[in-house]
């Protein structure tokens, strides 16, 4: 699969594991996450090739895709995805908070979405 499906894949996980959330339907949710999940491994496996790719994500139209690919990249596109989370971070409502949580675990040194 083109690192250019992956990426698409991986939006579309996002936008329906929130959707999914909203419904208040935690089990496809949930699946969903599983999904992105895999997405990631599957980018990572390719190396920064496969990081760079879903850092097309940072300027996608939804704010829930961009604040994920950013919390995943943390490490290999340090500055771009803290900027992505900051500017998301000042807004209201479960993605802004996200983002915090996410800056947050960058600061505290416990962040450890993509490992080294």
Do not use: C, I
Not at 4 to 11: D, G, N, Y
Not at 57 to 82: G, N, P, Y
Not at 88 to 102: H, I, L, M, R, T
């Amino acid at each position: 699969m083109k690192l250019e499906e992956l990426v698409e894949q991986f939006a579309q996980h996002v936008q329906a594991e929130t959707e999914a959330g909203w419904k208040g339907d935690a089990k496809a949710a949930n699946r969903h996450v599983d999904e992105y999940l895999a997405v990631f491994d599957e980018l990572r496996a390719r190396g920064d090739a496969g990081r760079d790719a879903l850092a097309a994500l940072f300027t996608h139209s939804r704010l829930d895709v961009r604040v994920t690919a950013a919390a995943f990249l943390l490490r290999h596109r340090t500055e771009e995805a803290k900027a992505v989370l900051e500017d998301a971070a000042k807004g209201k409502g479960v993605v802004p908070f996200e983002a915090q949580q996410a800056l947050k675990r960058w600061e505290e040194g416990t962040w450890a979405l993509d490992p080294a």
